[in-house]
Nanobody, 115 residues
Framework: QVQLVESGGGLVQPGGSLRLSCAAS????????MSWYRQAPGKQRELVAA???????NYADSVKGRFTISRDNAKNMVYLQMSSLKPEDTAVYYC?????????WGQGTQVTVSS
């Protein structure tokens, strides 16, 4: 089992920045990739960014150049640095961890971009 706890969400003005954090615990040795997803009201959950254990990353086209995913293996943490935030980035952001057996989800953290 893997447990994930997100933090760092909040209210920010357009153009502002936020950093989300995800703390992983449990059977972390089995994780091969970690990701951030988001879900806006009335929309499907979508992939925002992902990072493998080797450090390879990929991003949704909508966030390329604005968001950066990173991980600290020593601390079992994954981060999402978000800059130049737009109102359309408003959503609940979820941390995801994938193993060969299943995917795990955190409880989510709300990000609201509004003036």
């Amino acid at each position: 089992q893997v447990q994930l706890v997100e933090s760092g969400g909040g209210l920010v003005q357009p153009g502002g920045s936020l950093r989300l954090s995800c703390a992983a615990s449990g059977s972390i040795f089995s994780i091969y990739a970690m990701s951030w997803y988001r879900q806006a009201p009335g929309k499907q959950r979508e992939l925002v960014a992902a990072i493998t254990t080797r450090g390879s990353t990929n991003y949704a086209d909508s966030v390329k150049g604005r968001f950066t995913i990173s991980r600290d293996n020593a601390k079992n943490m994954v981060y999402l640095q978000m800059s130049s935030l737009k109102p359309e980035d408003t959503a609940v952001y979820y941390c995801n961890a994938r193993t060969t057996v299943k995917a795990y989800w955190g409880q989510g953290t709300q990000v609201t971009v509004s003036s």
